[in-house]
């Protein structure tokens, strides 16, 4: 099922405090699945969803940080809550869950603001020389491996290996877009894409074993453009430290006219 056939699945959003809303879904399929949980790129970009319905139109999201508490299961129903912690002239600052069977499974803090007028200017953000796809360099499904959510994003890999492989690299650089065309690209399927990449110490791994994010941080530092179609995003990952079970990543995403739209931080969990 397409991203935004699951996006219409999603009820209307209700009024049910001061500052408080709620909306539902019937549940996600086991094609949107990561091992025994819905994919985390999609879990947290419904709840990007269920915020864009309550933050006001001046408003841009500017960081996104994530915790995946909880497996979410399939085909069971959830909820979205969304609570605006504070709104001034300037930022607004909300939380969002998402709850299934009465348990928080994925919880978000977002910050949305305004642009402003500043005499301060810095930019010292990294570059890429990666040349445009023409097509996606497939990555295998190979049953109990690859997760099933793949089918619906294409990777292009330029450096790095593919899960399992028993490399040495701990990065990955390339391209990623969904797979289907949507009819208007919005921070929902941003959020989802960036996550699609594997973590990138599993490509070290001889065996598959199972991985799992803790925390993530999503900064965006250019308002993306309204957009139709497929674009390809540029993404280059790297880890910054792994031990004890646990791994560090920081990513660059850009558009494919080479803006910066956003830096993505990681804390993962590899129960090897």
């Known amino acids: 099922m397409h991203i935004d056939e699951l996006l219409s699945q999603t009820s209307t959003l209700e009024n049910i405090a001061t500052d408080r809303w709620q909306c539902c879904h019937p549940g996600l399929p086991d094609n949107w699945g990561q091992g025994r949980t819905a994919f985390g790129g999609i ?5 990007h969803h269920a915020l864009s319905l309550v933050v006001d139109n001046d408003r841009s999201l500017r960081a996104y940080h994530t915790n995946f508490v909880g497996p ?10 969304v609570e605006k912690l504070r709104s001034g002239r300037n930022m607004s600052q ?13 919880c978000v803090q977002a910050c949305f603001g305004v642009s402003r007028d500043s005499k301060i200017v810095v930019n010292k ?11 996606a360099k497939f990555i295998p499904q190979i049953p109990k491996v690859t997760p099933k959510f793949f089918r619906h994003y ?24 969904l797979k289907q065309p949507v009819s208007q690209f919005t921070y929902t399927h941003l959020i989802s894409l960036i996550d699609a990449w594997p973590p990138a110490v599993i490509q070290q791994l001889k065996l598959p074993a199972p991985v799992s994010t803790v925390s993530w941080d999503i900064e965006i530092i250019e308002p993306m453009d ?22 560090h990543t920081e990513a660059t995403i850009w558009d494919d006219k080479d803006r910066v739209v956003a830096l993505s931080r990681q804390t993962i969990a590899v129960f090897d």
Not at 154 to 177: D, N, T, V
């Open 125 to 135: 953000l990294p570059s890429h020389t990666m040349q445009l796809p023409k097509k």
């Open 72 to 81: 979410v299961n399939f085909n069971t129903p959830f909820t979205l809550e």
């Open 154 to 177: 294409e990777l292009a890999i330029e450096q790095g290996q593919i899960p399992f492989s028993w490399s040495k690299h701990s990065h990955y650089h390339g391209w990623m877009r």
């Open 94 to 106: 909300y939380l969002a869950k998402l709850i299934q069977n009465e348990s928080v499974c994925v």
């Open 43 to 47: 879990t947290a970009g419904f709840l």
């Open 226 to 247: 309204t957009t139709s179609g497929n674009p390809w995003f540029a993404y280059q990952v790297d880890t910054k430290l792994a031990n004890g079970g646990y791994a």
